[in-house]
Every structure is written in C-alpha cells, then in structure tokens.
C-alpha cells in the first residue's frame, strides 16, 4: 500500500543509502537498549510524582492531599521521616487509582458534566455564606478550581462504579435464605435494640485514621469550630424539617466517616447500651419509625460539649427470635450482602484496571533509589 503512494523516481534510491539507513537505525536501536538495560527511563520532572498511560500526575495533588491530612491530626507529635514518606507512598497509590478511574470513566462516557458538577458545588455551597464558603476552600488548602476537579473526580467514580458494579450486584431471595439459616442464633434479641441513623458535627479536627482520603463525607465537609458546628447542624435540621432525605444529608454532612458513608446507619444500638444517656435515650423514646430528634448535644470524655447530632429511628425491636419473614431483617441482610459483595467487586475492579494501564510511580522509584532517605 505505501508503495503505490511513492513516485517511480523515489523508487531507485541509492541500494548504499538504504544499507546506510537501517545500519544507523540499528544502532540506535540496540543503544537505546542498552541504555534501558542500566536504567535509562523517560525523563520527568521533580514536580511529578507518576504518571498513568502517560498522564501525569503532579507532586502538588501530593503535597496538598498530605498537607491537608497533617492539619486534621490531633496528635501534635512530629512523624519521622520514615513515617511520613510511607503516608506519602500510599498517597500516591492513591491518586493513581483516582486517576485510572477517570480514565476509564471518560473511556465510557461517564464523565461528570458541567451541570452535574455545578449541582452538587451549589447543594454543598447551600451550607455556607460565601464568606464562610471562602474560609473552608482556605482550611482545605484549595482554590476553587481544584475544589470543583475534586467533586468532578466524586461524581464521576460514583457514576463509574454504579454503572460497573452497583448495576450488576444481584442479592436473590436464597442467598438471604441460607444467610438467614446460618446466622439465626445472631437474630435471636436478649433484649430490645433500636435501628438508628445519625448526623453528626463535632467542632474539633477530624481523626485522619477513619477517613479516607482525609475526608469524613462525600463533600469534604467538616466545622472547625463550635459556632461553626451550631450553625452547621442547625441548617441540616432546617433541610431535614423542609423533607430532604435524612440518608443523602447524612451521606454529605455528616461528620462520622464510618457512619456516614451508609446514609448515617448506626446499626441496632441495644436499650441497655441507649441507657447509659438518659438524654439521648429519652429522646429516642419518643419517636416514632420515620423520625428525628432535636439537636442533641455530644459530649467527649471531660464531659464537654464536642459536637452535636440528630438521630432518626429507622426501627424498634423487641426481644425475642426474628424469623426471615420479618421485613426487616430480609432488608439488612440483603444490605449486607450487598455491601459486602460490593466492596469485593471493587477491589477487584480497581486490580483489574490497574494491570490494564500503564503505570509509572516516580515516587516510589526516587525512595527505593534514595534508600528511604
């Protein structure tokens, strides 16, 4: 094909020049070779830290990322060296993770658009007086710009893993059977429990060891001080009161990163365990299915107050055998083995991608080169 497009003229080359040509190409070849061989790479500069299928990633997503987890830690004491540069090596996984979703999101078309990424800015903005939305993107070491690239970056692998994983999770009516019939002893109550959900905001930092990513919620959201957490967890009850759903609130406030990544789902705390408050426990006595508590204030181990929070009764529970014709026990474990089962797809989905691209880590290299120096 490429010689019908030649001219006969070009066509009587010099046969010397030809010999010529592929003698040079092969010593450049077996140079280049070579080269590799004493580990030669593809230069880069200090100010990136990988790259994914030749995308890089620069050292300043690192420095934030870990800047900002150095601020919400509570410990004062300094980390060594080695400490630190070990928070940054999985740093970087993780950002090449992120960026290997993005990739693939954009393969299939699921890229957050400009509307979807300005609804979700303008929902968390609703929290915050530009003044006090100002302050945040300050405390989170962010221009706006970066901040609207990370919702982006949530929105997308939401998408992403709902299209890949979520979708294809099927829980079928013998699965929860046989759970059922292997775990009944767990179903079988000593005494009531109650099913509950919370939205929490406490004033202090955020403890980096239960969050990923240093973030407790999925908008990064966190008070920094009492008024500010007063203020916080007043307008959530406003938007609660107005009929907004507890669990997305939860989901996007909340400041308790194990809790707040299921909607708020406490779990089914026992009577005993709600009666060592009296206050929160008579308030919980109140309710019915389907509603929250005032605000109530939370209290650290001085008996100060640290945070405040508003909890909803999903369920009551009296003691005794539950049998699977409950409707709620079939919904919590079906819930269980959905998260479970998700959470395993992930993972394998995350190592699946992985091996598919091609991944670069400067970072680790410059560690292992430098001795961990």
């Known amino acids: 094909m490429l010689r019908d497009t030649i001219s006969p003229v070009m066509l009587k080359i010099d046969a010397h020049l030809v010999r010529?040509?592929?003698?040079?190409?092969?010593?450049?070849?077996?140079?280049?070779?070579?080269?590799?061989?004493?580990?030669?790479?593809?230069?880069?500069?200090?100010?990136?830290?990988?790259?994914?299928?030749?995308?890089a990633i620069p050292r300043a997503d690192l420095d934030r990322l870990f800047d900002a987890q150095q601020k919400s830690k509570q410990d004062p004491t300094p980390e060594s060296p080695e400490q630190a540069t070990s928070e940054k090596l999985e740093m970087v996984r993780g950002l090449i993770d992120q960026e290997i979703v993005e990739q693939r999101a954009a393969k299939m078309n699921l890229t957050a658009t400009n509307d979807e990424v300005d609804a979700k800015i303008n929902e968390f903005k609703s929290h915050y007086t530009d003044q006090d939305f100002n302050e945040?993107?300050?405390?989170?070491?962010?221009?706006?710009?970066?901040?609207?690239?990370?919702?982006?970056?949530?929105?997308?692998?939401?998408?992403?893993?709902?299209?890949?994983?979520?979708s294809k999770i099927n829980v079928t009516d013998a699965e929860v059977t046989n759970y059922f019939n292997t775990h009944k002893a767990d179903y079988n109550l000593i005494e009531n429990r109650y099913h509950l959900a919370q939205i929490i905001v406490t004033s202090g930092p955020l403890d980096p060891t239960t969050a990923q990513g240093g973030q407790a919620n999925l908008q990064g959201s966190k008070a920094t001080n009492d008024a500010d957490a007063r203020k916080k967890i007043q307008t959530i009850k406003n938007r609660i009161d107005a009929g907004e759903d507890f669990g997305t609130l939860a989901a996007n406030y909340s400041e308790n990163p194990q809790t707040a990544s299921?909607?708020?789902?406490?779990?089914f705390p026992s009577e005993s365990q709600l009666r060592s408050d009296p206050q929160t426990f008579a308030a919980i006595s109140k309710l019915k299915a389907g509603e929250t508590t005032d605000i109530l204030p939370v209290y650290g181990p001085n008996k100060q107050v640290i945070g405040y929070v508003i909890l909803k009764l999903l369920a009551r529970e009296s003691a005794g055998q539950r049998d699977l014709t409950n409707p709620v026990v079939?919904?919590?474990?079906?819930?269980?083995?959905?998260?479970?089962?998700?959470?395993?797809l992930k993972n394998a989905y995350l190592e699946m991608v992985r091996d598919q691209a091609k991944v670069e880590n400067y970072f680790a290299e410059q560690i292992f080169n430098s001795g961990a120096k």
């Open 20 to 55: 010529t040509v592929r003698n040079a190409s092969l010593a450049l070849a077996i140079s280049c070779a070579a080269l590799t061989a004493v580990g030669c790479k593809k230069t880069h500069g200090d100010d990136v830290v990988a790259s994914v299928n030749g995308h």
């Open 330 to 344: 079939q919904q919590s474990i079906r819930d269980q083995l959905r998260s479970s089962r998700s959470q395993l």
């Open 262 to 267: 299921n909607g708020g789902d406490m779990g």
């Open 136 to 166: 945040y993107l300050k405390q989170s070491n962010q221009t706006l710009d970066e901040f609207r690239r990370n919702v982006r970056r949530s929105v997308t692998s939401t998408k992403l893993f709902n299209k890949e994983i979520e």
